[in-house]
């Protein structure tokens, strides 16, 4: 009777998990869309051009490109936009997390990790998915969308005030140690031989 009951425990979280995995993911794509509107518009070129230098270019290297362009300006990156750009990088890993390595369900609670395609046992990465995880990180992803359109001009521009300083649902569960101290030692510099 027990496993039966662990068992219909277990067939509901996975239902659960993959509705909200689904929801997770549409809105992902729709926010890393979003992200690269931001690109061309911090870029400054127009429909084509953009789609001919940045189609294909992944979420991180989008916002790395961000940060250039602002750079190359001699421009501060804004505030605001970093906080959205930051908080975005979280939920890019957590997407490439469990769509790359899927979900143990036989851990509680239930766990992405990368253990059956890593030799090295300190490469090993999982990450702890609550139930409430992925809804929480949906909606945390359509507060970031909201931030950027406003950020484009799209919006009310309060939205990025707005949008920047709002409470995240989405808390991350830290990482399991797996052996490896809190504090790694420092490796001791080399000596450069000092150049006549």
């Known amino acids: 009777m027990e496993d039966e ?41 127009d429909d084509s051009v953009s789609l001919a230098i940045f189609s294909g270019t ?30 975005f990088a979280l939920f890019s890993n957590l997407r490439n997390d469990v769509l790359h390595h899927g979900i143990d369900f036989s851990t509680t609670p239930p766990t992405s990790s990368n253990k059956l395609g890593v030799l090295n046992p300190r ?12 809804y929480d990180a949906s909606h945390d992803l359509g ?6 359109t ?10 990025l005030d707005v949008t920047s300083r709002h409470p995240w649902r989405y808390k991350p569960t830290p990482p399991k140690n797996k052996g490896r101290s809190r504090h790694p030692k420092k490796r001791a510099r080399r000596a450069q031989p000092r150049r006549p």
């Open 150 to 159: 406003a950020f484009l001009g799209r919006d009310d521009p309060r939205m």
């Open 58 to 87: 992944r979420s991180d290297a989008v916002s790395s490109f961000i940060r250039r362009c602002f750079e190359a300006r001699g421009e501060r990156l804004p505030e605001k936009l970093a906080i959205l750009l930051e908080r």
């Open 5 to 45: 009951i662990s068992r219909s425990i277990r067939i509901g979280l996975q239902q659960h998990y993959f509705t909200e995995l689904g929801r997770f993911v549409a809105i992902f794509a729709l926010t890393e869309a979003m992200l690269k509107k931001v690109l061309q518009a911090t870029a400054k070129v």
């Open 143 to 148: 507060v970031i969308m909201l931030g950027l």
């Open 123 to 134: 490469a090993v990465r999982e990450t702890p998915i609550e139930r409430d995880d992925l």
